[in-house]
Antibody, heavy 118, light 110 residues
Framework: EVQLVESGGGLVQPGGSLRLSCAAS????????MNWVRQAPGKGLEWISY????????YYAASVKGRFTISRDNAKNSLYLYMNSLRAEDTAVYHC???????????WGQGTLVTVSS | QSALTQPRSVSGSPEQSVTISCTGT?????????VSWYQQHPGKAPRLIIY???QRPSGVPDRFSGSRSGNTASLTISGLQAEDEADYYC??????????FGGGTKLTVL
């Protein structure tokens, strides 16, 4: 069974940093592309970052580029999101989601809540 | 990249059919086959129900179908059931490994 479990969320002050993790199991992690998608409270979904299976190709949405860094450790079946210079508008539930071939965001984790507030 | 446009809400009675539209541009919905739909129940993670415009993942009932005309994709749910009440999001590839979601549509089963 495919499982994606996020962790690392919490309350952080504006300008602060946080590292999110996503533990994957039940599939061949290194062969899947991975993404982070966030959802602000009561709002819709927003794609924020992509990383290829090898980790060599990485892209970001304009809203987080230069502040967030995505990475993966295929030996540990783990995906990460390093978030710096956090703003109030980054408050959201952050989901990791796997993609394979044309099946975009095929599997999702339950998400971890990040709250940016003083 | 602007969000794709979806109606805020739709509703239908059990056994009826409803269609949710998703309007983008020639730079996203109209240009790529990577158009997908997601179902999200309150407090739950999204679930992929349509990919590649018309394809259903295994386990998704054939009551769910997708289509596209020009820059507008559509999700049709036939034979509405109470458990279909949820939020629905469309998504499109928008070039160079970026994706854009719609604002979401709340489906109410009357």
């Amino acid at each position: 069974e495919v499982q994606l479990v996020e962790s690392g969320g919490g309350l952080v002050q504006p300008g602060g940093s946080l590292r999110l993790s996503c533990a994957a199991s039940g599939f061949s992690f290194s062969t899947y592309e991975m993404n982070w998608v966030r959802q602000a409270p009561g709002k819709g979904l927003e794609w924020i970052s992509y990383i290829s299976g090898s980790g060599k190709t990485i892209y970001y949405a304009a809203s987080v580029k230069g502040r967030f860094t995505i990475s993966r450790d295929n030996a540990k079946n783990s995906l990460y999101l390093y978030m710096n210079s956090l703003r109030a508008e980054d408050t959201a539930v952050y989901h990791c989601a796997s993609s394979f071939a044309s099946r975009d965001f095929e599997n999702w984790g339950q998400g971890t809540l990040v709250t940016v507030s003083s | 990249q602007s969000a794709l446009t979806q109606p805020r809400s739709v509703s239908g009675s059990p056994e009826q059919s409803v269609t949710i539209s998703c309007t983008g541009t020639s730079a996203d919905v109209g240009n790529y086959n990577h158009v997908s739909w997601y179902q999200q129940h309150p407090g739950k993670a999204p679930r992929l129900i349509i990919y590649e415009v018309t394809q259903r993942p295994s386990g998704v009932p054939d009551r769910f179908s997708g289509s596209r005309s020009g820059n507008t994709a559509s999700l049709t749910i036939s034979g509405l059931q109470a458990e279909d009440e949820a939020d629905y999001y469309c998504c499109s590839y928008a070039a160079t490994y970026t994706w854009v979601f719609g604002g979401g549509t709340k489906l109410t089963v009357l």
